[in-house]
């Protein structure tokens, strides 16, 4: 073989290999944009797995990263154009079908998640929840799953206050008979459902008012739930209106199992004697009683709190703070297990 006829053969052959690598580049470029325009467009966004970590350490901490990144992710979603959101101007768009399967993705995650959570930290026995109290309070505050209950008893003329747990995002409520039922035994034609955050201090009263109607009782147990309806407002001309509920609420799932005595607990309400303010007092399970229908605990129960949130260090719903035993100087309030309810 000539020298001469060597250097042709090479030359041809790097020009193949060039040749290859540049319809490779091109067709993976297609492919790029392609996807690009799938997730990266204006109007598309998509849960980024990649920003969380994949694995879990020997406290779970991770597991609780993964939830705090999925929870940001789906108030991203719900801020989309295509989400379902409150409006009384004009009727809601109907729904983007991606933007409603990734939302139901994230939450079944979450839901996954959060349930390996609380098997590590029972296990490991540490708290998730390494900002404090404070910060545990405050997005429990700002997530407003617990709510004020206002059930008018006309025949008295008068209002029976108490607190409810958001345990849908369809607006269920659970909350106790004795805040639900009234003294006469007949059920109100609606109660009024209070959300912190529509509070006007200015005019003290609220912007929106959210209108429930008791769905039943549960036998045995003083128990009872509710679901929304609809929300009353002021139009601009200060007129009393009516609309449809458009929007999603934001819910505490129950504990996966019971709590035992020692097990830290949150009571979360609006009692009388915060002046039906929110407000959380905290303490132990301290007794459990015969049938595990309610648990003993030394968190302070005042009127107002019946029908509210017992809440676990998992922020889990583990029971309605229900009503309270003083005498002779002692103190011990009670909590209905959540557990001791068919909520199917």
């Given at each position: 073989?000539?020298?001469?006829?060597?250097?042709?053969?090479?030359?041809?052959?790097?020009?193949?290999?060039?040749?290859?690598?540049?319809?490779?580049?091109?067709?993976?470029?297609?492919?790029?944009?392609?996807?690009?325009?799938?997730?990266?467009?204006?109007?598309?966004?998509?849960?980024?797995?990649?920003?969380?970590?994949?694995?879990?350490?020997?406290?779970?901490?991770?597991?609780?990263?993964?939830?705090?990144?999925?929870?940001?992710?789906?108030?991203?979603?719900?801020?989309?154009?295509?989400?379902?959101?409150?409006?009384?101007?004009?009727?809601?768009?109907?729904?983007?079908?991606?933007?409603?399967?990734?939302?139901?993705?994230?939450?079944?995650?979450?839901?996954?998640?959060?349930?390996?959570?609380?098997?590590?930290?029972?296990?490991?026995?540490?708290?998730?929840?390494?900002?404090?109290?404070?910060?545990?309070?405050?997005?429990?505050?700002?997530?407003?799953?617990?709510?004020?209950?206002?059930?008018?008893?006309?025949?008295?003329?008068?209002?029976?206050?108490?607190?409810?747990?958001?345990?849908?995002?369809?607006?269920?409520?659970?909350?106790?008979?004795?805040?639900?039922?009234?003294?006469?035994?007949q059920t109100p034609d609606y109660c009024l459902v209070l959300f912190s955050g529509d509070y006007?201090?200015?005019?003290?009263?609220?912007?929106?008012?959210?209108?429930?109607?008791?769905?039943?009782?549960?036998?045995?147990?003083?128990?009872?739930?509710?679901?929304?309806?609809?929300?009353?407002?002021?139009?601009?001309?200060?007129?009393?209106?009516?609309?449809?509920i458009l929007n999603s609420f934001q819910f505490f799932r129950s504990a996966v199992g019971q709590?035992?005595?020692?097990?830290?607990?949150?009571?979360?309400?609006?009692?009388?004697?915060?002046?039906?303010?929110?407000?959380?007092?905290?303490?132990?399970?301290?007794?459990?009683?015969?049938?595990?229908?309610?648990?003993?605990?030394?968190?302070?129960?005042?009127?107002?709190?019946?029908?509210?949130?017992?809440?676990?260090?998992?922020?889990?719903?583990?029971?309605?703070?229900?009503?309270?035993?003083?005498?002779?100087?002692?103190?011990?309030?009670?909590?209905?297990?959540?557990?001791?309810?068919?909520?199917?």
């Amino acid at each position: 073989m000539s020298r001469r006829y060597f250097i042709f053969l090479v030359t041809i052959s790097l020009m193949a290999v060039g040749a290859a690598g540049f319809l490779i580049y091109k067709y993976q470029t297609k492919i790029f944009r392609e996807i690009t325009s799938v997730f990266g467009g204006q109007n598309n966004l998509k849960l980024d797995f990649s920003l969380v970590p994949k694995s879990l350490n020997t406290n779970g901490t991770s597991t609780q990263s993964e939830i705090d990144q999925l929870r940001r992710e789906v108030e991203a979603l719900k801020k989309q154009p295509s989400a379902v959101a409150l409006t009384f101007a004009s009727p809601s768009p109907a729904p983007d079908l991606k933007t409603q399967e990734a939302l139901s993705s994230a939450n079944q995650k979450i839901s996954s998640l959060e349930k390996q959570l609380q098997q590590l930290q029972a296990q490991s026995g540490q708290t998730p929840f390494a900002g404090g109290d404070a910060n545990l309070i405050q997005t429990w505050k700002a997530s407003e799953k617990v709510v004020q209950i206002a059930c008018e008893n006309k025949s008295l003329g008068a209002w029976q206050l108490g607190s409810g747990v958001l345990i849908s995002s369809d607006g269920k409520i659970l909350t106790n008979q004795h805040v639900a039922q009234l003294s006469s035994g007949q059920t109100p034609d609606y109660c009024l459902v209070l959300f912190s955050g529509d509070y006007d201090t200015a005019s003290q009263s609220y912007k929106r008012e959210y209108r429930a109607v008791v769905a039943g009782y549960f036998s045995g147990r003083d128990a009872a739930l509710l679901k929304v309806q609809d929300v009353i407002y002021q139009d601009a001309g200060g007129q009393t209106q009516n609309a449809p509920i458009l929007n999603s609420f934001q819910f505490f799932r129950s504990a996966v199992g019971q709590p035992q005595i020692g097990d830290p607990v949150y009571i979360v309400g609006f009692p009388e004697s915060a002046k039906f303010n929110f407000s959380v007092t905290k303490g132990i399970i301290s007794n459990l009683t015969s049938g595990d229908i309610y648990f003993g605990t030394d968190a302070q129960i005042d009127r107002g709190n019946s029908g509210g949130a017992a809440i676990n260090s998992a922020g889990q719903l583990i029971g309605l703070p229900t009503y309270k035993y003083v005498g002779s100087g002692d103190y011990r309030g009670y909590i209905l297990d959540i557990h001791s309810l068919n909520l199917n």
